[in-house]
């Protein structure tokens, strides 16, 4: 099953955001070769300007071995990473950026910022991670939520992470939504919390009345993303076996699915932080400068 406004690859995202208006993403720790790929490669295609903070020589040196002119791009010394995380917030708060990415710097770092009680940009609700992944082999966008932010979710906890998915997507245009609440096994055990955790989360009506998602759980990763699964298992649902959202019950499953789909499945991904007054673009400093030209994309989307 297709509906409308769904994605299916990163590059529709970058289309999209190319064909919008000019945005301007802060880059917190920018002296980084793969990420200064990306920024001037969404220069080029008309996504994102930037403002590069971080080690300026070193930005400027990266710059013209890649090809550009450091003078066509705005750049703000800093020395370590939370210095270079709070001048990128900074950067936001004075209106000279729509959102920020992550360079070479710990997550820890850039969320403190994020978060910093003078500065903040944080909004008025919970903060979740959303990791977008296209997969050789499935037709559409897999989301995958939360593997980067959230260690131990209460249930309170996750019906946020997921209201924040689904807000994300209807942002995107989709008018309706699969979510499966990934689980050991789809048997609901007392002495398993997720498991009931997930029960619990399904039955809620706000996700057909406000978003018109559709909720499963618990479910295995099995028939949350495969037809055949589901069919050889008997198990029928709405949206069973052609997910959209894969909420996951703990934030090492979902780091460990991710960078197994990275790693031996090719995926390709784009990460973002939602919950904030701007989006905050969230991916692995290992991950490749395509992985951050389609971040800066996502985040021109949904900015």
């Known amino acids: ?23 301007c993403a802060a880059v917190a720790a920018a002296h980084d070769r793969d990420v200064l790929k990306a920024v001037i490669e969404a220069k080029k295609l008309g996504v994102a300007e930037a403002v590069l903070v971080g080690h300026a020589d070193e930005i400027e040196a990266i ?57 903040s940009i944080r909004g008025e609700g919970l903060l979740s991670h959303l990791m977008f992944y296209e997969v050789p082999g499935y037709p559409k966008l897999l989301v995958n939520t939360d593997g980067g932010l959230t260690p131990a979710p209460t249930l309170e906890q996750k019906e946020g992470i997921l209201e924040n998915a689904a807000k994300a997507l209807k942002a995107l245009g989709y008018d309706r939504i699969f979510a499966s609440c990934v689980c050991g096994a789809e048997a609901v055990n007392p002495k398993i919390p997720a498991t009931t955790d997930a029960e619990y989360l399904a039955a809620l009506p706000k996700w057909k009345e406000q978003y018109n998602m559709d909720v499963i759980g618990p ?29 996951v019950p703990a934030y090492e499953v979902g780091n460990a699915l991710g960078k197994a789909l990275t ?19 969230l991916v692995s400093r290992s991950d490749t400068a395509q992985a951050k030209l389609a971040s800066i994309a996502l985040g021109c989307l949904l900015g």
Request: charged share 25%.
């Open 1 to 23: 099953m297709d509906t409308k406004g769904r994605l299916h690859s990163m590059q529709e995202i970058i289309d999209r955001a190319a064909a919008m208006p000019e945005r």
């Open 63 to 119: 710059l013209k071995e890649l090809g550009a002119d450091p003078a066509e791009f705005a750049i703000v010394p800093a020395e370590d990473g939370p210095d270079c995380a709070a001048k990128a917030v900074q950067a936001v708060r004075e209106g000279r950026a729509n959102c920020i990415l992550k360079g070479l710097l710990q997550t820890g770092d850039l969320m403190r910022a994020v978060l910093n009680r003078e500065t």
């Open 219 to 247: 479910v295995g990763l099995d028939l949350a993303v495969s037809k055949e699964a589901c069919a050889h298992k008997h198990f029928t649902a709405p949206g069973a076996g052609e997910a959209d959202v894969l909420l």
């Open 263 to 281: 790693l031996f499945a090719g995926a390709k991904n784009a990460g973002i932080v939602v919950g904030a007054k701007v989006p905050v673009l």
